[in-house]
């Protein structure tokens, strides 16, 4: 299959859940990621967080909570005009925010069953 057409389905198929600004995505040989730094890092970050489950790896709530606040503060920062983000604080909090929503999920779910 084409590498252009793949590029093309990938970036329609994400469109739905990025707002995938090429100033705020990663790029691999010329082609802009189908999803922003920010996104790439949660993607990841569920990833992470899914091999911690396997693992039985569990961190405390407050942790999980740190990891939640440091994106959401680089997203209000760089919202709010005061601090503007780069691409790597956005893949890092994205990062750190997707392994901590794994990972409530984990204690949400060990509490129900």
Known sequence: ????????????LFSHSCHQKAERSFFIHGYQCPVCAR???????????I??????ITLPLAVYGLFMLCMLSDWGLQAADILPSTNARRFLTGLLCGIAVIGILHVLLQAVF
């Open 1 to 12: 299959m084409n590498p252009d057409r793949i590029w093309l389905s990938l970036m329609h």
């Open 39 to 49: 996104c790439s890092g949660l993607y990841i970050g569920y990833g992470f967080g």
């Open 51 to 56: 091999l911690l489950w396997m693992r039985s």
